[in-house]
């Protein structure tokens, strides 16, 4: 079957570094999405890895390893704005995204 | 219009009913998509539509159906509603099949 795993939730401190890990099994593998929601809100797209590596973007980066089925999301400088569901989703071999349940990370001052 | 609408933003449902659930985007954007979310769970696909004209199933398609008549809209239909289908209902839209999707800001269902 399918499955995305990552944890529930996470506490980080402002200013701190955090890091999201999401581990997928999926029927064929056409890239790994982050998407970072805020609480009553759409999600909205952070990153996009399809090769193994790390991508930069800004305070957050997204790794992938392919053969290991693994990806995680790290966010620098963390700002209470942070605070936010992170949802991983993989994209199987029909195109379609398998989504985590996303992780909610709580930001204390 | 920037972006994607649904419409309504949150609706209460008596069980048994039809209901419609509204979505349009200004992006010319081939791909669209019907999801949900409830609490604990991942998102998960209802119907999708890869141009306009044509359908397909997603992971839970039983109770819902869609259509695609033209590259902006793709309403979803709720034939009788029953109460499992409390849930938070968004619409989404991607350029192609591989491409970042973009969300529309959800609609809250509630059958009772």
């Known amino acids: 079957g399918q499955n995305i795993d990552q944890p529930t939730e996470m506490t980080a401190t402002e200013g701190a570094i955090v890091q999201i890990n999401c581990t997928y099994q999926t029927s064929g593998f056409n890239g790994l999405f982050w998407y970072q929601q805020h609480a009553g809100e759409a999600p909205t797209f952070l990153s996009y890895n399809v090769l193994d590596g790390l991508e930069e973007k800004g305070r957050f980066s997204s790794f992938l390893s392919r053969s290991k089925g693994y990806s995680y999301l790290l966010l620098k400088e963390l700002q209470m704005k942070d605070s936010a569901s992170y949802l991983c989703a993989a994209m199987d071999s029909n195109y379609q995204l398998i989504w985590g349940a996303g992780t909610k990370l709580i930001i204390k001052p | 219009i920037a972006g994607i609408t649904q419409a309504p933003t949150s609706q209460i449902l008596a069980a048994g009913r039809r209901m419609t659930l509204r979505c349009t985007q200004d992006?010319?954007?081939?791909?669209m998509y019907w999801y949900r979310q409830d609490l604990g769970l991942g998102l998960r696909l209802i119907h999708y539509s890869n141009t306009a004209g044509t359908t397909g199933k997603g992971e839970v398609p039983d109770g819902y159906s869609v259509s695609r008549a033209n590259t902006d809209d793709f309403p979803l239909t709720l034939a009788s509603a029953v109460p499992s289908q409390t849930s938070v209902y968004f619409c989404?839209?991607?350029?192609?099949?591989?491409?970042?999707?973009?969300f529309g800001p959800g609609t809250r269902l509630t059958v009772l």
């Open positions: 989404a839209s991607s350029d192609s099949l591989e491409a970042e999707q973009f």
């Open positions: 992006m010319r954007h081939n791909a």
